[in-house]
Structures are given as C-alpha cells and as structure tokens.
C-alpha cells in the first residue's frame, strides 16, 4: 500500500480513469456491433440509422479524448463499407 499523498491519488485516478475505460471501450465495441447484426439481418434501413449512431458516438468521443480521430475515421469508414455491401448484394 503507498504511503506518500501523491501515490495514493495517482492510485485513486487510475481507478477513476481505468473506470471510464471500460465504459467507454464496450460502448464502442457495441456500436459496431449494432451495425453488423443489422447487415447481417439484412435489414438495410436500420443498418443506416445504427451506422449514424455509430458515426455520431465515435465522433464524439473524438471530442471528449477517448478515441483518436483517425481511428474513429476507420472505424466508421469500415462500418460504412459493410453497410454499403449490402446494396451490392442485393
């Protein structure tokens, strides 16, 4: 157990942050998830509306620090590809 003020707090948010995380990494993880089981429904008008969630959240968790631009850039670009398979295909 630390001793030092300092340790304690960096203790305290590392909790508080390791927290947020995980909130955070499933909700993205659902998101995407919305999408593909709706491709994969073939239910083409609510793949659309899960990729504009999808678009939505990512993009703000851009803004909020949790994500990188680029990588919410990919993620959405790859759900957008999938969603657009679809037309495609049928």
Same mark, same amino acid.
């Given at each position: 157990?630390?001793?030092?003020?300092?340790?304690?707090? #960096?203790? =305290?948010?590392? *909790?508080? #942050?390791?927290?947020?995380?995980?909130?955070? =990494?499933? #909700?993205?993880?659902?998101? $995407? &998830? *919305?999408?593909? +089981?709706? @491709?994969?429904?073939?239910?083409? +008008? *609510?793949?659309?509306? %899960? /990729?504009? @969630? $999808?678009? =939505? +959240? /990512?993009? &703000?968790?851009?803004?909020?620090? @949790? /994500? &990188?631009?680029?990588?919410?850039?990919? &993620?959405?670009?790859? /759900?957008?590809?999938? @969603?657009?398979?679809?037309?495609?295909? %049928?």
């Amino acid at each position: 157990m630390a001793h030092h003020k300092s340790a304690l707090k #960096r203790i =305290r948010q590392t *909790a508080k #942050r390791t927290e947020r995380n995980r909130f955070y =990494r499933t #909700r993205i993880k659902n998101i $995407a &998830k *919305a999408v593909r +089981e709706a @491709v994969e429904a073939g239910n083409k +008008e *609510a793949a659309v509306e %899960a /990729l504009k @969630v $999808a678009n =939505r +959240e /990512l993009h &703000k968790f851009v803004s909020k620090g @949790v /994500l &990188k631009k680029n990588t919410a850039s990919r &993620k959405v670009a790859r /759900l957008h590809k999938l @969603v657009n398979s679809m037309s495609e295909a %049928a």
